[in-house]
């Protein structure tokens, strides 16, 4: 008992974290899973960690009114961002979503009544573990109801096949747009979860080193199933403490090793559905091997037989 | 007039710098069709080797912006070699090799940090060109005079190559089709090695002679010329060297009038609204030729 309670207060800080970057993971997969790379999940959550910072500091409301309300107001701004990139082609949109983050932070530098400007914002409540356990749930629920709908479907084939799908009937352009605005609101959520556990955000809270990490946290998962982001988030989040114990100096180092690692041998991502697939094809296609022997071998001994 | 017109230089010389560091990035996005967010630690790695090598050994200016420049263009192949080669020939498209480049950024990073102390550096002032050369009604400093004809020569030199010789039209293919220009007896391994050492060789041109120039060698050098370089990269369409020069130096002297005739707080944000500008409106960028196409 002892043991267990020594590890809790070793850790939740990094399990507190571990949720919070699963919903930022959550976020950027929504968009990467209609096969666009985006990095406006760090400007919802901008939107949404410092409205979540004004309702709740200024104005003084509990936290589960906040969190509605971060991710609609990061939904709002998903819409118009949505309204602005979608005529992209992809990489021309992955240019100007970092585009987008860099405005972002000199947005965020100069509106000091908004967003307390240089100094930041202090929050006053802090959001616990349980707490936010119970909304990554809700957001995870959402994502395998989502995952097992005509939209699922849909979105898996538009990754697919763009071509492919719009002759079937499916609007590329709708799709994407329902993948930008999922991506807003749960990345507004992800953006009031960040400012409730750190209870402290400024411009740089969320710059170009938080959406590196969670789409280097996304793709290490895996893009191709909604649980691949959650595992990515948890395990990039683990890794700094856990190379913080045996080899202080070389965390940041051990976490580019590790990345790169996974994108040589692994580039699917730890969670892949379609590696399960190909281990069944494989089983079916050795079993239909063997049987083919025994006919084979069934045929030879019959043919002795018949020689005899 | 006069502050106008030492402000002009100014810009100037801080555009070439952003041209500079950008080419090579524009290059390795039309050429290898990578978005390589590892191209500002060559610029940092190699404004430390040549701080090193002026600190340690005593070598002279020149000879330390020789070995900035080799230095960022054999990290350039190394990063390659290791990270982008294994993806090539997998289809993973541009996010393995953004991803893959920001796990280098990550490691590369670190090592420079931990190189530097975390501190930031300045070359002692006697050891590179810090004289003022007389224009009549204006002093420049003569270490601007360098960046500055760095910058087109580079530029004029990368963009004949790309455009006139036989290397050039073999980058040009390489970059259209790796496979159709095999055929026709190009090695695209050679190549890419090539494009690779040029991009990290010019970063590494601008990280030392920045680094001279604003008397700051730090870890964190390369984070701004990234940003700068990528703006003008985007706003000059990276297929063509001449747009990323001619738009680095634009937003080199927007930059420095907006800082100095309306306010440094609209500085960065005036950059990347023309950044997001040109990106909606005309993603091709100046001179982006329309038939460009890489997915």
């Known amino acids: 008992m002892e043991a267990l309670l020594d590890f809790w207060s070793a850790y939740s800080a990094a399990i507190a974290f571990g949720l919070v970057n699963s919903l930022f993971a959550l976020s950027m997969y929504s968009v990467l899973s209609a096969g666009i790379l985006s990095f406006t999940t760090v400007v919802f959550a901008a939107i949404g960690g410092f409205a979540a910072a004004q309702v709740i500091g200024t104005f003084g409301l509990p936290l589960w009114v906040a969190f509605p309300l971060a991710g609609i107001a990061g939904g709002i701004g998903s819409a118009i961002i949505a309204a602005i990139f979608l005529k992209l082609e992809t990489h021309w949109m992955a240019l100007a979503s970092l585009a987008m983050v860099l405005i972002t932070r000199v947005t965020v530098l100069n509106t000091p009544s908004l967003t307390g400007g240089v100094m930041g914002m202090m929050v006053p409540v802090r959001a616990s573990v349980l707490e936010l356990t119970i909304l990554v749930a809700i957001v995870a629920l959402v994502f395998y109801r989502l995952h097992n709908s005509w939209y699922g479907l849909a979105i898996r084939a538009v990754r697919e096949d763009a071509a492919a799908a719009s002759t079937m009937g499916v609007s590329l352009r709708h799709i994407q747009l329902i993948a930008f605005l999922i991506s807003g609101v749960v990345g507004g959520l992800a953006g009031a979860a960040m400012a409730t556990t750190l209870q402290y955000i400024s411009a740089d809270t969320f710059y170009l080193g938080v959406a590196f990490t969670m789409i280097a946290g996304t793709v290490l998962g895996g893009s191709f199933h909604w649980f691949g982001p959650i595992v990515g988030a948890f395990v990039f989040t683990a890794l700094p403490s856990v190379t913080q114990a045996v080899l202080p100096e070389l965390q940041d180092i051990a976490k580019g090793v590790v990345l790169l690692v996974i994108m040589i041998y692994l580039p699917r991502g730890l969670i892949d559905p379609r590696a399960r697939g190909l281990r069944k094809a494989a089983r079916q296609r050795q079993d239909a091997a063997v049987r083919e022997q025994d006919n084979a071998s069934k045929l030879v001994k019959n043919a002795g037989q018949a020689h005899d | ?295």
């Open chain 2, 1 to 295: 007039m006069i502050l106008f017109l030492e402000q002009l230089v100014n810009g100037i010389s801080l555009g070439s710098l952003y041209a500079l560091f950008g080419i090579g990035f524009g290059l390795v996005f039309a050429t290898l069709g990578i978005l390589n967010a590892a191209h500002g630690v060559y610029a940092s790695w190699a404004a430390i080797l040549g701080y090193f090598s002026v600190e340690y050994f005593g070598v002279p200016f020149p000879v330390a912006v020789a070995i900035g420049v080799l230095g960022g263009g054999l990290i350039a192949i190394v990063v390659d070699q290791i990270g982008f080669q294994p993806l090539r020939g997998r289809k993973s498209g541009m996010l393995g090799a953004l991803i893959t480049s920001i796990a280098f950024l990550i490691i590369l990073d670190s090592l420079a940090g931990m190189a530097t102390n975390h501190q930031s550096w300045a070359f002692p002032s006697d050891s590179f060109p810090s004289g003022m050369v007389d224009f009549g009604a204006i002093q420049v400093p003569q270490m601007q005079i360098i960046i500055i004809l760095s910058t087109l020569i580079c530029g004029g030199g990368i963009y004949l190559l790309i455009q006139k010789t036989r290397i050039g039209a073999a980058m040009r293919a390489v970059g259209w089709n790796a496979e159709a220009a095999a055929l026709s007896g190009v090695n695209p391994r050679i190549i890419i090695l090539l494009t690779a050492f040029l991009a990290g060789a010019t970063s590494g041109l601008a990280g030392v002679l920045g680094g001279a120039a604003t008397s700051n060698v730090s870890y964190m050098l390369g984070e701004g010329l990234l940003l700068k370089g990528f703006a003008a990269v985007v706003v000059g369409g990276f297929d063509d060297v001449r747009g990323t020069v001619i738009a680095g130096i634009l937003l080199g002297i927007s930059e420095v009038f907006v800082a100095q005739y309306l306010s440094t707080t609209y500085r960065d944000g005036f950059t990347y609204i023309l950044l997001l500008t040109f990106l909606v409106a005309r993603p091709r960028g100046l001179f982006g030729s329309r038939d460009f196409v890489r997915a």
